[in-house]
Structures are given as C-alpha cells and as structure tokens.
C-alpha cells in the first residue's frame, strides 16, 4: 500500500559546491535568529546568530544572511564538505519569547 | 566545559513503568530547558526553568514531571507514558531566559521508547 508522511526538504550538493539553505519567519516581532545543526543521533549543534540590527554576519565557511522586509534569512555554506550532512534548523525569537524551531532542511552532500 | 550531559543515552519503558532522565550542565547557565523531538520533526519546546523556577510549562502531560534539584540539574520524571511518547528528549541550557539574544547548548538526547 500507498505510504503517506512528512518528508523533510532536502538539498542535495555535490561536495566542494556552495550550500544555500533558506527559512521563512512569520513573527514580525522576531529580533534574533540562529541556526542549528543536528546531525544524525546528537543534539542541535549552535551554528550561527544574527541580530536584526544586522544584514549579514559571517563565520568559519558560513554566513547568515537576513532579510527583515520579506521575513526571510538563509545560511550560507561555502565549500560544503561530507561533515556538512546534517538537518539545519533556524530558530527565530521575539524579545522574552521562547525559542521555537523551524521545520528544518535535510542537507546531503554526494562526493 | 561547555557541555550538556544527558543520562540514558537510550531507554526503552513499558507503560506503567517509572523511569527518569537527567541532564547536567557545569557552565553556571540558570536557563534549563526540556524538548521533544519525534523522527522528521523539529524540537518542541515542554519546560523551561528558570534560576531553578519552573516558568513555562507548554501543556504538557501530567505523565511528565520536570524537577530542578538545583542550578547544574535537570530531570524529567515519567510515569504511565504512552507509544505516542516515543521520541528524542534533548535537554537544553542557557545562560538565563531574560535577554532577546539568549543561544541554546543543547545535549545530545535520550532516545525513549515506550512499548
């Protein structure tokens, strides 16, 4: 029989290429923004935050990029290697509010 | 130390067990949090404390009984759960709850079944 679930979004990268990995916010209100990385069996990993008094904000290999008109922010990976493999979760917040996951991008990264 | 220690790594209960999982931070965060996380899904959030105080309880089952014996300790007390409640229960720290830009430390989850 048919077989009906929820199936994460997945990005497929081939290794050496650059990741783009996008999340849409709803909560106008929201004012800081992070990103996770759960790998497969562990905990979400702290990747990367922004503030929204900030555009851009860059790391080792990533960089968050934040666009508070359309409500929208990306994480960036610059020469995805096969450790990238992982779910990235974004995480909005509005001040004194609780942390709340998004649904989460499968990254697979193929050799 | 910049970690969070989960205890069971993995735990499998029957319906009428008793059983309790513990989390332990020694970064003196006085933010502790429990989430559950079912397969293909995001964490959702159960409790917050808060310098030992209960502040947020997102109407959880009373199956599920959090205590903070004190600022390093957090435990997750079961009773009577479900198959339903069958996930990964990740524990979280921070260093309080009262300012925007607060990050999570999370541990690395008990993984509970429940037959």
């Known amino acids: 029989g048919e077989s009906v679930g929820l199936h994460l979004p997945t990005l497929s990268v081939q290794e050496g290429d650059n990741s783009i990995i996008n999340c849409a916010y709803s909560n106008s209100a929201s004012d800081y923004f992070i990103w996770y990385k759960q790998e497969s069996g562990k905990g979400p990993q702290f990747i990367i935050d922004i503030r929204s008094n900030m555009d851009k904000r860059q790391g080792q290999r990533v960089t968050v990029l934040l666009n508070k008109t359309v409500k929208h922010l990306s994480l960036q990976i610059a020469a995805t290697q096969p450790g990238d493999s992982a779910v990235y979760f974004c995480a909005p917040k509005a001040p004194t509010d609780k942390l709340i996951f998004g649904t989460g991008t499968r990254l697979q990264v193929f050799p | 130390d910049t970690e969070v220690t989960q205890t069971p790594k993995h735990l499998v209960m029957g319906m009428t067990n008793k059983k309790s999982l513990k989390c332990e931070q020694h970064m003196g965060h006085r933010a502790m949090y429990w989430y559950k996380q079912k397969a293909k899904k995001p964490p959702e959030l159960m409790f917050v404390?808060?310098?030992?105080?209960?502040?947020i309880n997102e109407s959880v089952p009373s199956r599920f009984s959090p205590e903070c014996p004190n600022s390093s300790l957090l435990n997750l007390h079961l009773h009577a759960l479900q198959p339903e409640d069958s996930a990964l229960y990740l524990c979280?720290?921070?260093?309080?709850?009262?300012?925007?830009?607060?990050?999570?430390?999370f541990g690395s989850g008990t993984q509970l079944s429940v037959l």
């Open positions: 979280a720290s921070s260093r309080w709850t009262g300012s925007t830009n607060e990050k999570l430390f």
């Open positions: 404390y808060s310098y030992e105080k209960l502040s």
